[in-house]
């Protein structure tokens, strides 16, 4: 069975930009969460998805948002981009009975110039 | 905002001891996880204990929680190199909408051959 698959692993950008991040799910998931891991704050719940619904969200300004489309595929978006947005961005599946047992992605690293 | 705090933050052992991680956390818990992550990696899932359970294992891998004290530890018995990694403990909190993972801050731990 495939991992879950992010895209892309590693984009540079400049401030003000935007960016569009994609998260697969494993087959037959149907909750997807993001996560922003940065050195100085760890790591930080952004939103999570089940069946094409935002069913939690982070503490992250209105910049942040997600969607899930019906196959379980779920982007994130970060527009105007800071400085401070550069961090490593983590996509997790599950089942989405609850949280249990979260299945990660290698992440998208995201380098704001 | 973080709710598992681990100690210690970093740690350095030889091949074949034995390591000792520590978790606290603030409020009701549902579940505690460990995750594990290698440099730049996607996190790894471990093991997962529920609120009414003390102590878990599997494999090399044994970890006790004291509700009491909001606290969780996670032994890992006769290291080997490849455990060289940061180790998260994650909590889902009880009550509400239970649908993301509140992580610590991690423990770096290096094995040395």
């Known amino acids: 069975k495939a991992g879950v698959t992010q895209t892309p692993r590693y984009l540079i950008k400049t401030r003000g930009q935007q960016v569009t991040l994609s998260c697969s799910p494993i087959?037959?998931?149907?909750?997807v969460s993001w996560y922003q891991q940065t050195p100085g704050q760890g790591l930080q719940f952004l939103f999570e998805?089940?069946?094409?619904?935002?069913?939690n969200k982070g503490n992250f300004p209105g910049r942040f948002s997600g969607r899930q489309f019906s196959n379980s595929r779920s982007e994130m978006n970060v527009s105007t981009l800071e400085l401070g947005d550069s961090a490593l961005y983590l996509c997790?599946?599950?089942?989405?009975?609850?949280?249990?047992?979260?299945?990660f992605g290698e992440g998208s690293r995201l380098t704001v110039l | 905002s973080q709710q598992g705090e681990e100690d210690p933050q970093a740690l350095s052992i030889q091949e074949g001891e034995n390591a000792t991680m520590n978790c606290s956390y603030k409020?009701?818990?549902?579940?505690l996880q460990w995750y594990r992550q290698n440099s730049g990696r996607g996190l790894v899932h471990l093991i997962l204990i529920r609120s009414n359970e003390r102590e878990k294992h599997s494999g090399r891998l044994r970890v006790t929680l004291d509700t009491s004290k909001k606290s969780s530890s996670l032994l890992i018995t006769a290291s080997r190199a490849a455990d060289t990694a940061s180790y998260f403990c994650?909590?889902?909190?009880?009550?509400?909408?239970?649908?993301?993972?509140?992580f610590g801050k991690g423990t770096l731990l290096t094995v040395n051959p």
């Open positions: 087959s037959g998931h149907r909750s």
């Open positions: 409020t009701s818990i549902n579940n």
């Open positions: 994650a909590t889902v909190n009880s009550g509400g909408s239970n649908y993301k993972l509140t």
């Open positions: 997790a599946s599950s089942s989405g009975q609850g949280v249990g047992e979260l299945f």
């Open positions: 998805y089940f069946s094409e619904t935002q069913r």
